[in-house]
């Protein structure tokens, strides 16, 4: 079974960056989609941003295009988020999500094996 472990996370300052990583064991993630979600408080799960197994196709939300990078390295079997000029109201718990199929749409009903999450908090 494919289990992904978020990490990366962490306290910043609005306008600071941080990168976060998942990795996979029991398996490989080369041959999955993967997706970033993020959940704050009160709201419900957004996809942020999601990359084909081959990396060759990525989506962003709107609300990330521009500021949000994620990329891929497979032979490290590990997907990256690079955040940069982060906001407070990026505040929220990130997860990594897997799946067979790539679909430009983030959504998170379609990803089948997920991370635990990590905790991003954009304060000063």
């Known amino acids: 079974q494919l289990q992904l472990v978020e990490s990366g996370g962490g306290l910043v300052q609005p306008g600071g960056s941080l990168r976060l990583s998942c990795a996979a064991s029991g398996g490989t993630l080369a041959g999955y989609a993967i997706g970033w979600f993020r959940q704050a408080p009160g709201k419900e799960r957004e996809g942020v941003s999601c990359?084909?197994?081959?990396?060759?196709?990525?989506s962003y939300a709107d609300s990330v295009k521009g500021r949000f990078t994620i990329s891929r390295d497979n032979a490290k079997n590990t997907v990256y988020l690079q955040m940069n000029s982060l906001k407070p109201e990026d505040t929220a718990v990130y997860y990594c999500a897997a799946d067979v199929s790539w679909r430009r749409l983030c959504r998170a009903y379609e990803y089948t094996y997920w991370g635990q999450g990590t905790q991003v908090t954009v304060s000063s």
């Open positions: 990359i084909s197994s081959s990396g060759g196709s990525t």
